[in-house]
């Protein structure tokens, strides 16, 4: 199949760019390495050195024998988008060109313009040339499980049947958002939503839920085809920085009380979910919802299995809560539906101790990179005095 991956410079793009690569599908990326700007902005850097774009696809294609092709440009740049689109006609588009970070939508009133115009113009673009140029591809999107915040109901996967006063209605589930990224989050899903309906285009949301993991087959067969694991308080997840705060040796440091709940998913998982969205297209005019997400967890529930895998390694850990940079509900009901990928054949790969154990051997070998002054976090939701 022709396969374009939107975002294929970053965490996840690369991966799965070589992933349906290495299985003879036809596969270009896009990406202008905004990504990589922010970061530099914020102080951040991935805990292993990654090489650039046009260095890993020459890497990949030594190895392997297949070609990736590259497409460097602004998806809110609408003519940039068409263009691509125009010329690679793709038959599926992976969506995860977009600001992923929640703490950097809240930095303040720049960086909450930057990813809402970032994300939803970007969308918006790839919506409005999938009708021009490849109204019969199927898009996947890359959502995220923090549209639903934490209702005290069960959580559907997208959508909920309801009766209201004698009458009943099937509906999107209701969203609420914990920052300005989630809120683009929300509306990516509205616009999708409507492109299908209106115009009869076909598109799968992945709500996903924090991804870790640092390797895949793909990465792992050169040192040059690794792909990035933030470990800072701007786009590192809950659990890269309990790892690297265990091999640091410095006290691990759930936010708050510690019992905002989620669902995390193995990054060799969340390219598993693409595939089979990939083999089992939506319907024209469908607009489908996968919750993504394999295991749910407290943040101190994170924090102990760190702990409990990494002194099993020697290492001393602490765990020591500290104030809650975000206005979230640090206790709370959370029980959400995620059966539709496993009913297409997903076998997840479970947070055991030989993962952990795995991530925390590799954070050791790059111990000397980590950079203590950017995991605290400074980014705040509210005003809040340091103590």
Known sequence: MKILVLGGDGYLGWP????????????????????????????????????????????????????????????TNDRFVGKVFADFRPEVIVHYGEQPSAPFSMIGNEKAVETQVNNVVGTLNVLFSMKRSCPNSHLIKLGTMGEYGTPNIDIEEGWINIEHKGRKDRVLFPKRAGSFYHLTKIHD???????????????????????YGIET????????????????????????????????????????????????????????????????????????????????????????LVKEQGE?????????????????????????????????????????NVLLDSMLKRIIEFKDKINLDVIMPKVRWENKPNN
């Open 16 to 75: 799965t760019a070589m992933y349906f690569s290495n299985r003879n599908n036809e596969v270009a990326v896009v990406d202008n390495f905004i990504k990589r700007k922010w970061e530099m902005e914020v102080g951040a850097s991935p805990l292993i050195p990654i090489a650039n774009l046009h260095e890993r696809v020459k890497v990949w294609k030594d190895i392997s024998g297949n070609e990736i092709k590259i497409y460097i440009g602004d998806l």
């Open 189 to 211: 899903s509205n616009n999708i939503e409507f492109g299908c309906r209106v115009w009869g285009l076909k598109a799968t949301d992945l709500n996903q839920g924090p991804v």
């Open 217 to 304: 087959e793909e990465t792992k067969r050169h040192e040059l085809l690794c792909t990035s694991f933030h470990y800072d308080e701007v786009f590192g997840t809950a659990l890269n920085r309990f790892c690297v705060q265990a091999v640091a040796g410095t006290a691990v440091t759930p936010y708050g009380k510690g019992g905002q709940t989620r669902g995390y998913i193995n990054i060799i998982d969340t390219i598993r979910c693409i595939e089979l969205a990939v083999l089992n297209p939506a319907e024209k005019g469908e607009f489908r919802v996968f919750n993504q997400f394999t295991e749910v967890f407290s943040v101190n529930e994170l924090a102990a």
């Open 312 to 352: 099993k390694m020697g290492l001393s850990v602490k765990i020591e809560n500290i104030q809650n940079p975000r206005k979230e509900a640090e206790e709370h009901y959370y029980n959400p539906v995620h059966t539709r990928l496993l009913d297409l054949g997903l076998q997840p790969h479970k947070l055991d």
